[in-house]
């Protein structure tokens, strides 16, 4: 058995793996910034949880809705490569403007200009992973790559725990130092990772066209709709670090919620990104959806540390089944030429309802409690479940 992981690994190219380090290094960046965002706006800024939810929400679309362009274009050119560089590049130099915030509105702008980067990277690198792997290793290739961001994603926030103890709660010094990794990330992608060769196409077509669009298929539109209500049930993650604050959790301590989820995340992602290759995809993701209702109901219970804990524990479980094997499916449902703008579209609309996940989220906060908001997430799931059971029931089994 350990023997033939270890194979599967070795099969995987040497540029996934470089890929997944630069996700490494650019969440590390991130996620320093992101774990002690929320309470930065809260005690730093005065900011509501409502604004909160709103900037969330605004940021994640944005990142999500720039990718249909970033992918078609990646399409088009014919080159990935240089528009990820470009995009781990801006979302690098967004940094800095988070330690000389003096208002909400410049975090909104520095979460924009960060998110916009993540836009540009996301859909051409997700479409290079899938030309660099071999198929019958697409699933453990993605794992792998969401496994090594996801370390980083583990990582960040224990830094950020780490510096809040080290310097009495400067949030502004930390934001500095988050700019290393991400500096880091775009030479080691620039310099470690070679664009693949690609077959000659007899003329440059736009991918947004009607007819190149026709030519995804039904079964890429179900991925797509499945897609955005499971995303409707996964609002930010800024919501998880304020149920902990709830709790009366010192605040250096909070970030140690994401370093929790991340961990679970990160020790699961490769495993089920395996198991994609040989089961149903469909009922994988319908596992993973019952796993997300699992942690909206424990969160929804208390807002104690080892209630909290156990939920950002589910909800990172839910993460490492989920995330790959959804791009998974879509890299397998899109035509070959076609995989930046399918990759790019498929965020286009989860963007559109991480948007309303997060403002729906932060309202139902204010207005009712933090219970109704992760009630909410859990019958969005029941939603996207009833969806994958009507698609398994038509024979569809997503492989």
């Not at 040497?14 to 996700?23: D, E, K, T």
């Not at 040989?278 to 909206?296: I, P």
Request: with cysteine.
């Amino acid at each position: 058995m350990t023997d033939q992981r270890f194979a599967t690994l070795h099969r995987i190219p040497r540029a996934i793996w470089i890929l997944g380090f630069v996700s490494l290094l650019m969440d590390v960046s991130s996620e320093i910034v992101h774990s002690l965002l929320p309470m930065f706006l809260v005690a730093g800024l005065g900011a509501s949880v409502t604004t909160i939810g709103l900037i969330e929400g605004v940021a994640e679309a944005t990142a999500l809705v720039v990718k249909v362009f970033s992918g078609s274009l990646s399409d088009y050119l014919g080159n990935r490569k240089w528009l990820a560089v470009a995009g781990y590049a801006l979302g690098a130099a967004s940094k800095p403007f988070f330690a000389i915030a003096g208002s909400a509105q410049v975090v909104l702008a520095a979460r924009f200009a960060d998110r916009i980067g993540k836009g540009i990277r996301g859909a051409p690198r997700d479409a290079l992973v899938a030309d660099l792997a071999p198929a019958h290793v697409r699933g453990a290739a993605f794992g792998l790559r969401q496994s090594l961001d996801t370390v980083g994603a583990f990582a960040g926030p224990l830094l950020a725990a780490g510096l809040m103890l080290l310097w009495a709660n400067d949030y502004r010094r930390i934001f500095w130092i988050a700019l290393v990794p991400g500096a880091l990330a775009v030479l080691l992608l620039a310099l470690g990772v070679r664009e693949p060769e690609h077959a000659a196409a007899p003329a440059r077509v736009n991918p947004l066209a009607r007819a190149s669009l026709r030519r995804l298929s039904g079964a890429y539109r179900w991925v797509v709709a499945i897609g955005a209500v499971f995303t409707l049930a996964r609002f930010s993650e800024a919501f998880l670090v304020l149920r902990a604050m709830q709790g009366g959790m010192r605040p250096a301590l909070v970030p140690l919620v994401m370093v929790a989820m991340n961990a679970v995340y990160m020790l699961s992602a490769y495993p089920f990104g395996k198991l994609a290759d040989a089961m149903s995809h469909l009922r994988l993701l319908l596992v993973g959806l019952a796993v997300l209702v699992l942690a909206d109901l424990v969160l929804a219970q208390s807002g104690r540390w080892p209630v909290v804990l156990l939920g950002v524990g589910l909800w990172g479980l839910h993460l490492g089944m989920t995330q790959g094997l959804l791009a998974a499916m879509v890299a397998q449902a899109a035509p070959a030429d076609l995989k930046g703008t399918a990759f790019g579209l498929f965020n286009l609309v989860a963007g559109g309802a991480m948007l309303v996940a997060s403002v729906i989220a932060g309202l139902l906060w204010a207005r009712i409690g933090a219970e109704a908001t992760f009630y909410a997430g859990a019958g969005f799931c029941l939603l996207a479940a009833v969806l994958i059971v009507a698609r398994l029931r038509a024979g569809r089994d997503g492989r």
